[in-house]
């Protein structure tokens, strides 16, 4: 079992709709969670972190997180063809982040 | 404020060679880590300093490489011996003190292996 995994997608949405994407972990004790955002050809931006159970919101991205089930879910609302990008989860490891494959998310118009 | 700077974008090598990465992190950040990448997968930690002290590496970091921040401001990463195995992303990010998990990286060093 990856210690973290994202289905690849490719996930298509219209332009305007929600687009969720999520992500499980195997480490229990797993404390930090990041969502990094990569276009084709260029480096991981980070663009969500959350930590505790429940929503963070930030802008149009929403973050939710439950420790108990041990997923992590990334909701873009207002879906725009500039967010068609691979959407990296990441997990804190000791000293490091461990990372998903990336889920590919195609908006169009 | 600028961001994490690497250097070159871009190598091509033949198999034997050995070649050197740089990385320069956001000016206050004292963690600098290197990932590698392929295609279709995720960033893999190889290793990361706290100011000049390396503190952890992969084990896919193989006796051919190496990484060096010997002032604790950029750091270096060189492989000898390159393999066409070696070929990916070489990712760089860096981190505060404060928040050390939260990493922002480079835009990387695309190594290519013939």
């Known amino acids: 079992q990856k210690e973290v995994e994202q289905n690849s997608g490719p996930l298509s949405v219209p332009e305007g709709a929600i687009a969720s994407l999520n992500c499980t972990y195997s480490d229990r004790g797993s404390q930090s969670f990041f969502w990094y955002r990569q276009y084709s050809g260029k480096s991981p931006e980070l663009i969500m972190f959350i930590y505790s159970n429940g929503d963070k919101e930030d802008g149009r991205f929403t973050a939710q997180l439950n420790k108990a089930s041990q997923y992590v879910s990334l909701l873009i609302r207002d879906s725009q063809p500039s967010d068609s990008a691979t959407y990296l989860c990441?997990?804190?490891?000791?000293?490091?982040?461990?990372f998903g494959t990336g889920t590919r998310l195609q908006v169009f118009p | 404020d600028t961001g994490v700077s690497q250097d070159p974008r871009h190598k091509i090598t033949k198999r034997g060679q050995n070649v050197t990465f740089r990385c320069d992190p956001i000016?206050?950040?004292?963690?600098l880590y290197w990932y590698r990448q392929t295609l279709g997968q995720g960033p893999e930690f190889l290793t990361y300093?706290?100011?000049?002290?390396?503190?952890?590496k992969s084990r896919l970091l193989s006796d051919r490489f190496s990484a060096e921040r010997p002032k604790g401001s950029f750091s270096t990463l060189e492989i000898q011996r390159t393999e066409q195995g070696d070929s990916a992303m070489y990712l760089c990010a860096s981190s505060d003190r404060d928040r050390p998990y939260e990493q922002y990286f480079g835009p990387g060093t695309r190594l290519t292996v013939t």
């Open positions: 990441a997990v804190r490891g000791t000293d490091k982040l461990i």
């Open positions: 300093f706290q100011n000049e002290a390396q503190l952890e």
């Open positions: 000016s206050e950040h004292n963690r």
